[in-house]
């Protein structure tokens, strides 16, 4: 009995500590850093809905940076999430994977007022984008 207790009280702290980092997002206060995609090629303003530098490997290397600055934190480092949010090993690869990762990217999730995920496609730019897709396919696991 003492140790039930014990345990729901730990659950509830571990409840309560998600429901305050939801706030502190929805307030903007998560800095997006920024990405120095100079060295890839131009790919325009309009929104791709497929990766233009898969198997590029410089993009690889600026995906894997810009991935650490801005997303492990939620997703975790190498991609392999601690359960805050969706492991991205597993996303589809290829031009349909593409299509739901890009809208993501550009537009994060907010449900019932809640921001889950805050857009990046303003703040980083869809080079950046793709460049950290370009990534994550290298990480893929099925
Ligand atoms: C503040 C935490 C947070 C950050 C930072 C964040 N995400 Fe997310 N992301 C989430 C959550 C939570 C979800 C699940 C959203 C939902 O369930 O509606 C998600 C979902 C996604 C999905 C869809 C995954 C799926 O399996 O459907 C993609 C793709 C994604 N994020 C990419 C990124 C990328 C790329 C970055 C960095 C540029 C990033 N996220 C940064 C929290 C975050």
Redesign the pocket.
């Known amino acids: 009995m003492k140790f039930n207790g014990s345990l729901a009280l730990g659950v509830a702290a571990a409840l309560c500590a998600g429901t305050v980092s939801y706030r502190v997002?929805a307030h903007g206060n998560?800095t997006p850093q920024a990405v120095d995609t100079s060295a890839l090629p131009d790919i325009g303003e309009t929104w791709l809905q497929h990766n233009p530098y898969r198997g590029n490997a410089t993009a690889t290397k600026i995906g894997e940076s810009a991935?650490g600055q801005?997303?492990a934190?939620?997703?975790g480092l190498e991609a392999i999430s601690g359960g805050?949010?969706?492991d991205?090993r597993?996303?589809e690869v290829g031009d349909t994977g593409d299509e739901?990762?890009i809208q993501?990217?550009q537009h994060g999730?907010v449900?019932d007022g809640k921001v889950?995920?805050?857009p990046?496609g303003d703040v980083?730019g869809q080079k950046a984008?793709w460049a950290?897709r370009t990534w994550l396919e290298t990480k893929h696991e099925e």
């Open positions: 997002l998560v991935y801005n997303c934190r939620c997703h805050v949010a969706p991205l597993y996303l739901w990762y993501r990217y999730s449900r889950y995920m805050p990046m980083l984008g950290i």
